[in-house]
């Protein structure tokens, strides 16, 4: 039987909630497919910052480089800035194991109605593309004069023909295997070095793929157009900030942050990658168990067909949109029902 060795980092708040909710049925899944998975717990996240000022420790992605896959539940502290979260836990891991593919799925799926009038089923269903290793979140820059009424703040993004080669590469094979349209995003009005150098290489690489209708799009028209035209989309290729911010939108077109699954992807097999849900720790409902886990069961999805294992990735994606298009299933409150975290797991279970 084979078997797959999952560093599990559970993290903060509902992350630890909605881990231990979907691990049985992830188990599940793996055992009827006719494979095993091992986990490695790991307490990385703000309550080990608070306790000793570190969010992982030095060792920790070499300590993952041994691991075929890494799921994360989610980080973040009300008393903990989130610039340390992400600079000390979630960047030193997509850039320490290079996982330059942030893939998003977005579905409307059955059962739940979008906040977007006269959309169904379906009419909804485009993935993004983000660039997770450069772009606006490299660390480039700093602040100097503290202190004074001059104190200055330079922050630079920093964009590499490699880097914009790569994700926008991956993002067109997408699209020759989905619906043959891509959606490039920019601000090159504004930014005339970066964002037209990614405009320049997107039409370079374009050229590879002739069979791939191409449109490109603003930022703050995307943003738009996810609204009024979402349907319209297929995949969608952005930078590290823009991909953030827009596949947000398409969580909440798409029903909830709840049901909005992710993968931090690194091609190739010389290092792990990782999943993980979209949404956050969520401080406010920690401890209530109302938590949904469907995006962390939908992550492990995603994680299992990463590794090749599609029988057991696409029973859970079943399970969940089966459990979704059943009227008489619990859900959670975030999208309309009154169940707890465990009784949603549950019954996904019976349903494998």
């Not at 009419?123 to 202190?147: C, Q």
């Not at 920093?158 to 490039?184: K, M, N, V, Y």
């Not at 995006?295 to 029973?315: N, P, Q, R, Y």
Request: aromatic share 8%.
């Amino acid at each position: 039987m084979d078997s797959y060795e999952i560093a599990v980092i559970p993290g903060d708040g509902i992350g630890v909630e909605v881990v231990d909710a979907a691990l049985p049925v992830v188990e599940a899944a793996a055992a009827d497919a006719g494979f095993e998975i091992g986990t490695t717990r790991f307490d990385w996240g703000t309550e080990r910052y608070l306790d000793r000022g570190e969010m992982m420790p030095d060792d920790g992605i070499d300590r993952l480089r041994g691991f075929d896959s890494v799921f994360l539940g989610a980080v973040g502290h009300p008393e903990v800035p989130d610039h340390v979260t992400l600079h000390g836990l979630l960047l030193p891991i997509r850039k320490g194991l290079d996982q330059y593919v942030c893939k998003r799925p977005n579905v409307l799926f059955e059962g739940i109605e979008s906040p977007l009038r006269g959309y169904g089923p379906g009419d909804v269903d485009f993935v993004v593309y983000r660039e997770n290793t450069e772009g606006e979140y490299a660390s480039v820059g700093g602040r100097e004069h503290r202190g004074f009424d001059h104190e200055t703040a330079v922050q630079s993004a920093l964009f590499t023909r490699r880097g914009t080669e790569r994700i926008a590469r991956a993002a067109f094979e997408a699209a020759t295997e989905r619906e043959g349209h891509l959606t490039s995003i920019t601000k090159s009005n504004a930014q005339a070095h970066s964002m037209v150098f990614w405009d320049d290489v997107v039409a370079e690489v374009s050229e590879e793929f002739p069979s791939v209708d191409v449109e490109r799009l603003l930022v703050d028209a995307a943003a738009m157009d996810l609204i009024r035209r979402p349907h319209e989309f297929d995949v969608v290729v952005a930078s590290n900030l823009f991909g953030d911010i827009l596949t947000d939108i398409g969580a909440q077109i798409t029903g909830s942050m709840g049901l909005a699954p992710s993968g931090n992807v690194h091609p190739g097999d010389a290092n792990p990658s990782m999943f993980e849900p979209v949404h956050g720790s969520a401080p406010d409902i920690v401890g209530d168990g109302v938590a949904n886990p469907l995006a962390t069961v939908l992550s492990w999805s995603m994680l299992f067909d990463d590794l090749g294992e599609t029988a057991a990735a696409d029973a859970l994606w079943t399970a969940v949109t089966d459990q979704l298009a059943d009227e008489s299933a619990p859900r959670t409150p975030d999208i309309g029902g009154s169940a707890g975290t465990g009784n949603v797991a549950a019954d996904l279970r019976s349903r494998l």
